[in-house]
């Protein structure tokens, strides 16, 4: 794990599955219900794994050219998240990951959750994490015409955070986040302990790989405090402007 500290580094973005929280267990058993349901199809175990991070829409369509005839698109998506909100117990908050959000936020970086979660899923999993103050914007797959790896919703977290994206980071576990983030001209971190395997992410060549939890937390802990970007957010973020960049993230604009 590379431990310069990015100097011009003013924004760090996070990805939720994989990396904040550990959903890949629930995930994999929600997409193998659905696909055994509606198009009795049982795929590998580890060929699941690799469409985590990719948004629903997608996933339900990954074997429209393996089945006959017109599959049923939004009753596997219903199905989906019926199975994964009747199974939310699977879900383990990761300690270490969401503090350090928390430590972003109190040193003044600008914080963002990107995630190919649509707003519905987003909701089942966001008041765990319990971070709904240390955050400055959420971008999900509502919120962009295209999803990773495509760079627009880093993009679009970077317009409503207004920091350009040298001065930023996203870190996630797929390599979907680091081909997202890259495309939009951001640093990567790969996180170990998520959906895809350690040497795809290091394939990807990530500026930061972190092993464990709390190495991502030991990373965030040694940055700088950016103080008077830090004076800045107590009196923009967290009144006028963050209710405005959080409230899109949660239900406003879709471009």
């Given amino acids: 794990m590379a431990m310069e500290k990015p100097s011009s580094l003013r924004a760090i973005l996070f990805d939720i ?4 929280i550990d959903t890949v267990d629930l995930i994999v058993k929600a997409l193998d219900y659905t696909y055994q349901k509606h198009l009795g199809v049982a795929l590998p175990r580890e060929e699941i794994r690799r469409l985590i991070g990719l948004p629903l829409k997608v996933q339900m369509r990954y074997l429209d050219d393996r089945v006959a005839g017109v599959a049923p698109h939004e009753q596997m998506e219903a199905d989906e998240i019926a199975y994964y909100k009747a199974h939310r117990d699977l879900e383990r908050v990761i300690p270490e990951a969401v503090e350090a959000v928390r430590t972003a936020y109190r040193k003044g970086y600008a914080v963002a959750l990107v995630t190919s979660k649509n707003r519905e899923e987003l909701s089942l999993s966001l008041p765990k994490l319990a971070i709904d103050d240390t955050v400055d914007a959420i971008v999900t797959s509502d919120d962009t015409e295209r999803h990773k790896p495509a760079p627009d919703p ?37 996180v170990a302990w998520g959906a895809h395997l350690s040497e795809d992410l290091r394939a990807a060549q990530p500026d930061y790989y972190f092993e464990t939890p709390a190495d991502l937390q030991g990373w965030i802990e040694q940055l700088p405090v950016i103080e008077d970007h830090a004076k800045a957010k107590e009196d923009d973020f967290r009144n006028r402007d963050r209710a405005e960049r959080v409230g899109a993230g949660a239900g406003g604009d879709s471009g």
């Fill in 154 to 190: 880093v993009l679009k977290a970077l317009e409503r955070l207004q920091v350009p994206a040298e001065q930023a980071i996203y870190i996630g576990d797929t390599v979907f986040d680091l081909t997202c983030g890259r495309a939009a001209g951001v640093q990567v971190g790969a």
């Fill in 17 to 20: 599955d994989g990396t904040l």
